[in-house]
């Protein structure tokens, strides 16, 4: 049943993708920003409802009216597509921090490039620690908020990368509000088997995290502890305690 399930979501999801294209890329590059967010996203609502009918996926996403009133930066721990799909919806315009390569995929990556994402050569680490920094402050000032997955990489249900301090940094720097997101969504959307699972879709929005007089570092901290303690709760698959390592080198997007 869930092959079958997942057989019918996909043939939707590439359906969209080629409409969207179609019908939305001409279109979209003479729009003002906001304008084009808000047409480009249907694709994103009809992909979160669609995955649920397909699917049967049942959503529980709480703490939305925590969000800001401006700009902020949101850190979510990074499963899989789904993530990146919904929280473009959370607080539009949404300005993501991405590996370059996802612009050159035919038309979904030509339509990610209108909505000025921060897009990153993986390869060259110091240049993208430097580019993110640089642009996320930027992006800040012009209205935009900026979401970062500080884990760098999809991480499966049930293992632990250590967070890197690219977006606590940006947002201390701007002194703009750092806003935590935990979700389950890798549990039901495997980041790397096209099968998806049936069940509950857990997220939760935490209370916005003030950045001015504080460290990177410091708001690091206080982030990735709301996120696990939330992980802890909501994930099926129990979550694994940290290793004491020394930190690894910075990767800043994901």
Not at 93 to 122: M, Q, S, Y
Not at 153 to 180: D, F, H, L, M, Q
Request: proline share 9%; with cysteine; aromatic share 8%.
């Amino acid at each position: 049943m869930n092959v079958l399930r997942s057989l019918l979501f996909y043939a939707g999801y590439f359906l969209a993708i080629l409409i969207s294209g179609v019908l939305f890329l001409p279109v979209a590059p003479l729009l003002p920003l906001a304008k084009r967010y808000r047409l480009l996203n249907l694709y994103n609502h009809f992909i979160i409802a669609w995955f649920r009918l397909a699917c049967g996926v049942r959503y529980d996403v709480r703490g939305r009216e925590r969000l800001p009133e401006g700009p902020c930066v949101i850190l979510a721990n990074h499963q899989c597509e789904w993530e990146t799909v919904y929280l473009q919806l959370i607080k539009p315009p949404v300005c993501t921090v991405l590996k370059r390569e996802l612009l050159n995929i035919p038309l979904f990556g030509w339509g990610l490039r209108l909505l000025h994402p921060i897009a990153l050569d993986r390869s060259k680490p110091a240049r993208a620690m430097r580019q993110v920094l640089s642009q996320g402050k930027t992006r800040l000032e012009e209205g935009l908020s900026v979401l970062i997955f500080p884990e760098g990489t999809r991480v499966a249900p049930g293992c632990r990368k250590r967070y890197n301090k690219s977006g606590a940094v940006i947002a201390c720097r701007a002194g703009r509000p750092v806003v935590p997101v935990a979700h389950n969504a890798g549990e039901r959307w495997p980041g790397r088997h096209w099968v998806k699972n049936p069940g509950r879709l857990s997220l939760v929005v935490g209370e916005p995290i003030e950045t001015i007089g504080r460290s990177p570092e410091e708001v690091l901290v206080e982030v990735e502890a709301w996120i696990e303690a939330r992980l802890a709760e909501i994930s099926e698959v129990p979550r694994p305690t940290m290793p004491e390592a020394a930190p690894a080198a910075e990767k800043p997007m994901a």
